[in-house]
């Protein structure tokens, strides 16, 4: 399903191989990744970056503090495009108006320097990003840690937030120039296999042996071809469970689709490694051997194939109690007693997000739930859009079937 390949490797013609009749430092300027970091970086060496990013984006949780720092630094206007969107929780009752106070000082902050303000309840942080800002050969820096839009051509970079406010006061993102590693995709996903499916088992094969830590992500291989554009969106989004540095795909008809359908054609151009591109480190995925997976706590990397986990259910679930009641003494959390008839029983289930909000997936589950019901009196079902504009229209255009909204949103 997923190798780890540690030794470096070349990708000629698009084939991996051990060898080529050029040296590694040249095939290291072919690859995407090259390209993209050393046409925004500002330093003229190119083993020293120094970047400055296309756009930025960051949401309610954070640019309140990451603008007011820049004010007090002396900043006097947005020098690039910065969008303040919401994150997945403006609609939680945390008390008082905290939420309310961060959108008015977002908006006349946008007005004041330049920015870009997008109202609660439309579109997430990563969704505005990707239908609005992304672009082929870009770079995007945000301060969510999910920022990240390969699979639309842009390598996007998620950071704390004086990163940020160093590129409001016209300064750069200092780093050496990292490491690329190969994630070369074969194969086709089976049937019921998902975007996370696939993300889960990446981390799961990585995040302990910091294999991909603080390394770009180059995805390329016939696999591609076979995802819908929400499906490596999906993926995409998850790299940074992995502890990677960014990520870049190759893009294709389905990419140029999905700025043609947001009507931004001019953000497509075809990306792709050269002849004969060389990267430190391969990771091989083959999609047609990717199972369902589940993620437990309390990382993404505590991960099994569904099949796995239910063969061996009271075992990995007795582990996860165990390491609550070590991390968190008072919380006596139990959860072997999910288990009912050879099964395990979950109490509720949220598609939504940046990740799981994606309109395929909305689809795939009013699929599944058509002429049914969740009903059953102990398990709820939440579906929130990631975009709530763009699901919307897709809904009137027939792009998904009727009743979808109704039959899926807030479902009990």
């Not at 309610?60 to 919401?86: H, K």
């Not at 960014?246 to 497509?268: C, L, N």
């Amino acid at each position: 399903m997923i190798t780890l390949h540690p030794s470096g490797v070349f990708l000629a013609d698009g084939v991996p191989c051990e060898a080529a009749p050029i040296s590694p430092e040249e095939g290291r300027r072919q690859t995407m990744a090259w390209r993209i970091l050393q046409a925004h970086n500002t330093s003229g060496d190119p083993s020293r970056l120094k970047i400055r990013f296309d756009a930025m984006v960051s949401h309610d949780i954070t640019y309140v503090g990451i603008i007011q720092q820049a004010r007090a630094s002396g900043m006097r206007e947005f020098p690039i495009p910065y969008a303040l969107t919401n994150c997945h929780n403006s609609l939680c009752a945390v008390g008082g108006t905290i939420n309310e106070d961060d959108h008015v000082f977002g908006l006349s902050a946008a007005k004041k320097y330049g920015g870009i303000y997008v109202p609660a309840n439309q579109s997430v942080i990563h969704s505005y990003a990707r239908e609005q800002m992304a672009g082929c050969g870009n770079m995007i820096l945000g301060s969510d840690s999910h920022t990240r839009y390969g699979a639309l051509g842009t390598m996007a970079v998620g950071e704390g937030g004086p990163e940020l406010c160093k590129q409001l006061l016209k300064n750069t993102w200092d780093i050496n120039y990292p490491e690329v590693v190969l994630v070369y995709l074969t194969g086709t996903p089976r049937k019921g296999v998902g975007p996370h499916d696939v993300a889960i088992a990446l981390v799961k094969a990585t995040f302990a042996s910091g294999f991909v830590n603080n390394r770009v992500l180059e995805f390329a291989g016939p696999g591609i071809a076979n995802l819908p554009i929400d499906f490596r969106n999906g993926i995409d989004v998850m790299t940074t469970e992995t502890t990677c540095l960014s990520s870049i795909w190759e893009t294709d008809g389905v990419t140029e689709a999905f700025y043609r359908t947001h009507q931004r054609p001019e953000a497509f151009q075809a990306l792709h490694p050269g002849k004969c591109a060389y990267y430190d480190r391969m990771v091989t995925i083959d999609l047609s051997k990717v199972e369902p997976m589940i993620a437990l706590p309390f990382h993404p990397s505590n991960a099994w194939t569904i099949r796995e986990f239910l063969d061996n259910a009271a075992d990995i679930l007795a582990k996860v109690e165990a390491d609550a009641q070590a991390r968190y003494p008072k919380a006596h959390v139990k959860l072997t007693d999910k288990i009912h008839d050879g099964g395990v029983w979950a109490d509720q289930g949220v598609i939504a997000g940046c990740a799981g909000g994606l309109f395929d997936n909305i689809t795939e589950a009013a699929d599944i739930l058509r002429g049914g019901s969740c009903g059953n009196g102990y398990f709820a079902l939440d579906v929130y859009p990631t975009s709530v504009p763009v699901s919307l229209e897709l809904t009137k255009v027939g792009a998904t079937a009727a009743q979808l909204l109704r039959s899926l949103l807030r479902r009990r």
